[in-house]
């Protein structure tokens, strides 16, 4: 009886781990192939969202680093990966062109030119920030960042500071950045 039952919970397991066609038999033929599904991994079981931004210059070819942005675990249950006429996704990050003009807005002065970069693959857990994308801007962009719980648990407490709560590495426009340190702010 034991062998019988345990090989049938290897059946059904093997089962369970075949691969999956990346589109529905109905879908038509020219949609969006959905993204594999360890393209896009949220295990957190903290509140990261907010804005993660450079406690000093973090530049990357012509391109500024402006932020990361996390959501809300909410926003990445939403997200599936395959949206195309989106400018939003649970994990973003956002350049600016310093040569560019400042432009007013309703935060304050900016750069006018930016570039949002959205994901092709990410993966954030209560731990790690990991990022992949493209954008026709700034071309391949990677972070791959530590979170520092205790430093955040403090920023959250203080509704933003300047202490790094993230260090990592960033690559955009063929140049790679370490040890880029991140404070992290609320937003509006």
């Known amino acids: ?3 019988t039952t345990l090989a049938a919970v290897f059946a059904v397991l093997g089962a369970a781990a075949c691969d999956r066609p990346a589109q529905p038999a ?35 070819g012509k391109w500024d680093l402006d932020h990361v942005f996390v959501g809300q675990a909410a926003e990445f249950q ?22 560019s003009p ?17 994901p092709t693959r990410y993966a954030v857990s209560d731990d790690r920030i990991e990022f992949e994308g493209t954008s026709p801007e700034t071309g391949l962009v990677r972070f791959d960042g530590r979170i520092d719980q205790g430093a955040l648990a ?23 950045v370490n040890d880029v ?3 992290w702010w609320m937003g509006d």
């Open 1 to 3: 009886m034991r062998i």
């Open 26 to 60: 109905d879908a038509p033929a020219d949609a969006p192939a959905a993204p594999a599904a360890s393209a896009f991994s949220y295990a957190s079981t903290a509140d990261l969202s907010g804005f993660y931004m450079p406690t000093s210059r973090v530049r990357a």
């Open 78 to 99: 939403a997200w599936t990966g395959v949206e195309t006429e989106t400018t939003f996704a649970p994990v973003m990050i956002e350049f600016s062109d310093p040569a």
């Open 102 to 118: 400042m432009a007013e807005t309703e935060l304050g002065e900016t750069r006018s030119v930016k570039a949002r970069v959205l």
């Open 154 to 176: 403090s920023s959250r407490r203080n509704l933003g500071d300047e202490g790094v709560v993230v260090t990592g590495t960033l690559t955009a426009g063929g140049q790679t």
């Open 181 to 183: 340190k991140l404070r």
